[in-house]
């Protein structure tokens, strides 16, 4: 475990000093990151760069690290809070950046010491350049504590713990509109690829590489997970207890990200066997690799025998083509292989237990441990894998250890346009298209935002949807919530029925007159019959739109069981049908007016079928009430409608017009009742 320490800051001594005596015991005493850190190194290996602000690669140029007299500083704070708080965005690194960048620009130099508000207000004007609205939050957020923490310890001259980073999060995806709908639509996976890898998964795949994608998917489809947490899991993850009442239940145990620690995962029961198929596949893919590790940690000084390794003795001499065999090299490139991993190509020069140093040497950075973090090894990772396992063109090594990462999982399900049709993804592979035949495409994380909203849809509360999500705190659901503002509005009905949102239902009863009180607190105040059924149109609001024209109002409303109703519709819709048919040489000919008369009894023709076919299905209960929703006819949305197609297919679709033609037209025809 890391030594961790209080930084007390000596009140009688200078800022100067004080700041040399943080940074002396982060670097001295700290054991955050491991002993053998390289502190000197700008370049701590899968943890920080430390770079200027812009710099991306993680090998940067001697022109692109930080600055001689800030740099000290930043590798103590980071160390520091890293220990203290640990974090797997690690935003300290972004703050830090955008704070030297400021120095540099308000001061003429980089030193902590000179930290001022207007120093923290250009780091802010600095991060809002460099960073997305999500990014530059957390930045800003950075920014804060750090401006906190060194007044706070006395490390600078300044006092800066009232200063308020100004940039506000940003506004959450749960809106109405187009773009609100696009924004989901990203967040969510397409449907045609996840039937595409259910379909893959249900066909039992043999190949190595199919079998790895689609059990991991199948994984982040039967609980909301991160990858990284899937890809970590252990060997003897599944857990199976009896709840309250001794039903079995199936879970996963492993430990969450972002705060929640250790727990276990339930997996619905509708996804029960998928995921246990899943895991035993994943174990049938690990078992050689878990031998392999299980056998070097409890022999590491012995060459570890797989099936096609030579059957010679340990110290016995070997050929070129036996080290091949035993290094589990392809033998049609024996001198290549053996000279690309930097051994010698002639006969006798290695034994099984010379070898094993050279193997040994080749170890994963971390092994024995595959997350040492979560204390899993090698030898229990349920995706431990052999070096190559899937590769195409190079051979398995049955004495390499490889651990699959992020991206190793991700590049077979996205499309890498900068390898073009080089890269195949498991898509390709099995020839599934979009509608439009495009190449089709998911990522790992939208699994996750897909079972998140489906369980907001299912009426999870907030606090399960987090437990079983792994977070900490019940506000990040929102970023994963993409029900529609239909559905919201649907299940706000369904908790209380009096407060319908897209119109009245209503029923019609029997009143005697009541007090206008009354009558004001009623959802469906009036009503009067039609001549197909009765309209439940609100009058004090606004007089009839529609008159004469009930069929194509959204006001009117029908009872299944009045056969004299059911012969008007009938009556009006043979007349109506060959009103049209008599009128389409008319509409070709192109006589004035006869294009809108036309499209006008063609709707009413369409919604008359609907309603006869409606009440005379054999499923509908008798007494039951029907009414068509919205789309009602007019010439306000035919113009819309007409425009708004001209102007999307113009050549310039996203202008301004466009969109506000598809939003009229949208609401005219919104079918929401």
């Given at each position: 475990?890391?030594?961790?320490?209080h930084?007390?800051?000596?009140?009688?001594?200078?800022?100067?000093?004080?700041l040399?005596?943080f940074?002396?015991?982060?670097?001295?005493?700290?054991?955050?990151f491991?002993?053998?850190?390289?502190?000197?190194?700008?370049?701590?290996?899968?943890?920080?760069?430390?770079?200027?602000?812009?710099?991306?690669?993680?090998?940067?140029?001697?022109?692109q690290?930080?600055?001689?007299?800030?740099?000290?500083?930043?590798?103590?704070?980071?160390?520091?809070?890293?220990?203290?708080?640990?974090?797997?965005?690690?935003?300290?690194?972004?703050?830090?950046?955008?704070?030297?960048?400021?120095?540099?620009?308000?001061?003429?130099?980089?030193?902590?010491?000179?930290?001022?508000?207007?120093?923290?207000?250009?780091?802010?004007?600095?991060?809002?350049?460099?960073?997305?609205?999500?990014?530059?939050?957390?930045?800003?957020r950075?920014?804060?504590?750090?401006?906190?923490?060194?007044?706070?310890?006395?490390?600078?001259?300044?006092?800066?713990?009232?200063?308020?980073?100004?940039?506000?999060?940003?506004?959450?995806?749960?809106?109405?509109?187009?773009?609100?709908?696009?924004?989901?639509?990203?967040?969510?996976?397409?449907?045609?690829?996840?039937?595409?890898?259910?379909?893959?998964?249900?066909?039992?795949?043999?190949?190595?590489?199919?079998?790895?994608?689609?059990?991991?998917?199948a994984?982040?489809?039967?609980?909301?997970?991160?990858?990284?947490?899937?890809?970590?899991?252990?060997?003897?993850?599944?857990?199976?207890?009896?709840?309250?009442?001794?039903?079995?239940?199936?879970?996963?145990?492993?430990f969450s990200?972002?705060?929640?620690?250790?727990?276990?995962?339930?997996?619905?029961?509708?996804?029960?066997?998928?995921?246990?198929?899943?895991?035993?596949?994943?174990?049938q893919?690990?078992?050689?690799?878990?031998?392999?590790?299980?056998?070097?940690?409890?022999?590491?000084?012995?060459?570890?025998?797989?099936?096609n390794?030579?059957?010679?003795?340990?110290?016995?001499?070997?050929?070129?083509?036996?080290?091949?065999?035993?290094l589990?090299?392809?033998?049609?490139?024996?001198?290549t292989?053996?000279?690309?991993?930097?051994?010698?190509?002639?006969d006798?020069?290695?034994?099984?237990?010379?070898?094993?140093?050279?193997?040994?040497?080749?170890?994963?950075?971390?092994?024995?441990?595959?997350?040492?973090?979560?204390?899993?090894?090698?030898?229990?990772?349920?995706?431990?894998?052999?070096?190559?396992?899937?590769?195409?063109?190079?051979?398995?090594?049955?004495?390499?250890?490889?651990?699959?990462?992020?991206?190793?999982?991700?590049?077979?399900?996205?499309?890498?346009?900068?390898?073009?049709?080089?890269?195949?993804?498991?898509?390709?592979?099995?020839?599934?298209?979009?509608?439009?035949?495009?190449?089709?495409?998911v990522?790992?994380?939208?699994a996750?935002?897909?079972?998140?909203?489906?369980?907001?849809?299912?009426?999870?509360?907030?606090?399960?949807?987090?437990?079983?999500?792994?977070?900490?705190?019940?506000r990040?659901?929102?970023?994963?919530?993409?029900?529609?503002?239909?559905?919201?509005?649907?299940?706000?009905?369904?908790?209380?029925?009096?407060?319908?949102?897209?119109?009245?239902?209503?029923?019609?009863?029997?009143?005697?007159?009541?007090?206008?009180?009354?009558?004001?607190?009623?959802?469906?105040?009036?009503?009067?019959?039609t001549?197909?059924?009765?309209?439940?149109?609100?009058?004090?609001?606004?007089?009839?739109?529609?008159?004469?024209?009930?069929?194509?109002?959204?006001?009117?409303?029908?009872?299944?069981?009045?056969?004299?109703?059911?012969?008007?519709?009938?009556?009006?819709?043979?007349r109506?049908?060959?009103?049209?048919?008599?009128?389409?040489?008319?509409?070709?000919?192109?006589?004035a007016?006869?294009?809108?008369?036309?499209?006008?009894?063609?709707?009413?023709?369409?919604?008359?079928?609907?309603?006869?076919?409606?009440?005379?299905?054999?499923?509908?209960?008798?007494?039951?009430?029907?009414?068509?929703?919205?789309?009602?006819?007019?010439?306000?949305?035919?113009?819309?409608?007409?425009?708004?197609?001209?102007?999307?297919?113009?050549?310039?679709?996203?202008?301004?017009e466009?969109?506000?033609?598809?939003?009229?037209?949208?609401?005219l025809?919104?079918?929401?009742?």
């Amino acid at each position: 475990m890391a030594n961790l320490f209080h930084f007390k800051p000596r009140a009688e001594i200078t800022a100067e000093e004080n700041l040399r005596a943080f940074i002396n015991k982060c670097r001295d005493e700290l054991t955050v990151f491991g002993s053998e850190l390289d502190w000197n190194a700008h370049v701590w290996p899968k943890l920080a760069v430390f770079a200027k602000l812009g710099v991306t690669t993680r090998k940067p140029r001697p022109e692109q690290l930080m600055a001689d007299d800030f740099v000290e500083f930043a590798k103590a704070y980071f160390r520091y809070q890293q220990g203290h708080k640990p974090t797997g965005t690690k935003n300290e690194l972004k703050a830090l950046r955008a704070v030297e960048s400021a120095l540099i620009q308000v001061n003429g130099n980089a030193s902590i010491v000179g930290l001022s508000i207007v120093c923290l207000d250009e780091a802010i004007v600095l991060t809002k350049q460099h960073y997305s609205d999500g990014g530059a939050y957390h930045c800003g957020r950075e920014i804060e504590r750090l401006a906190r923490f060194v007044s706070t310890h006395h490390l600078i001259p300044a006092n800066l713990k009232t200063w308020k980073s100004p940039i506000p999060r940003p506004s959450d995806t749960t809106k109405t509109g187009k773009e609100a709908k696009a924004a989901r639509d990203k967040k969510l996976p397409d449907e045609i690829a996840l039937n595409a890898l259910a379909e893959i998964f249900a066909s039992d795949p043999s190949d190595g590489r199919d079998i790895f994608t689609t059990s991991v998917f199948a994984m982040l489809m039967s609980a909301p997970s991160r990858i990284s947490e899937i890809l970590a899991l252990p060997a003897d993850c599944e857990v199976i207890e009896k709840d309250n009442n001794g039903v079995e239940r199936y879970g996963w145990r492993f430990f969450s990200g972002k705060g929640f620690e250790g727990d276990i995962k339930w997996i619905p029961t509708v996804m029960v066997e998928v995921a246990k198929t899943a895991v035993k596949r994943a174990k049938q893919l690990s078992s050689e690799a878990r031998k392999l590790a299980t056998w070097i940690e409890k022999h590491p000084d012995k060459f570890y025998r797989h099936k096609n390794c030579p059957k010679v003795a340990d110290d016995e001499p070997l050929t070129a083509t036996q080290v091949c065999q035993a290094l589990g090299l392809k033998n049609d490139r024996a001198l290549t292989n053996l000279r690309s991993r930097g051994l010698a190509t002639q006969d006798g020069r290695y034994t099984l237990d010379t070898l094993c140093l050279h193997i040994q040497e080749r170890l994963p950075d971390d092994f024995p441990f595959f997350d040492r973090e979560k204390g899993i090894k090698y030898s229990n990772a349920l995706f431990a894998l052999n070096k190559n396992q899937f590769h195409g063109n190079r051979g398995c090594l049955p004495v390499e250890l490889h651990q699959p990462t992020n991206n190793f999982f991700n590049n077979d399900i996205i499309i890498r346009n900068i390898l073009g049709h080089a890269h195949r993804n498991i898509f390709d592979r099995h020839d599934y298209r979009s509608a439009t035949g495009q190449r089709l495409k998911v990522t790992s994380h939208q699994a996750r935002h897909l079972l998140n909203t489906i369980a907001q849809r299912g009426g999870l509360s907030n606090l399960e949807i987090a437990k079983w999500s792994g977070r900490a705190d019940v506000r990040q659901n929102r970023t994963y919530n993409h029900m529609t503002e239909y559905e919201l509005v649907a299940m706000a009905e369904k908790i209380d029925t009096s407060k319908t949102m897209f119109g009245p239902v209503g029923e019609v009863s029997k009143n005697l007159p009541v007090t206008a009180q009354e009558f004001n607190t009623l959802e469906q105040a009036a009503a009067h019959v039609t001549e197909f059924g009765f309209c439940v149109h609100d009058y004090t609001m606004s007089p009839c739109e529609k008159y004469r024209d009930c069929i194509n109002c959204s006001e009117q409303v029908c009872i299944k069981g009045d056969s004299s109703k059911l012969e008007r519709m009938k009556e009006r819709l043979v007349r109506t049908e060959g009103l049209l048919k008599n009128s389409e040489k008319v509409v070709e000919e192109g006589d004035a007016g006869a294009d809108r008369w036309f499209t006008y009894h063609q709707k009413t023709a369409t919604r008359l079928r609907e309603l006869v076919s409606i009440i005379e299905n054999p499923e509908i209960e008798e007494g039951a009430q029907i009414k068509l929703r919205g789309n009602d006819f007019s010439q306000l949305r035919r113009v819309a409608q007409k425009k708004a197609v001209e102007s999307i297919s113009s050549d310039h679709p996203d202008n301004e017009e466009a969109s506000v033609l598809e939003d009229i037209s949208k609401m005219l025809g919104g079918g929401i009742g």
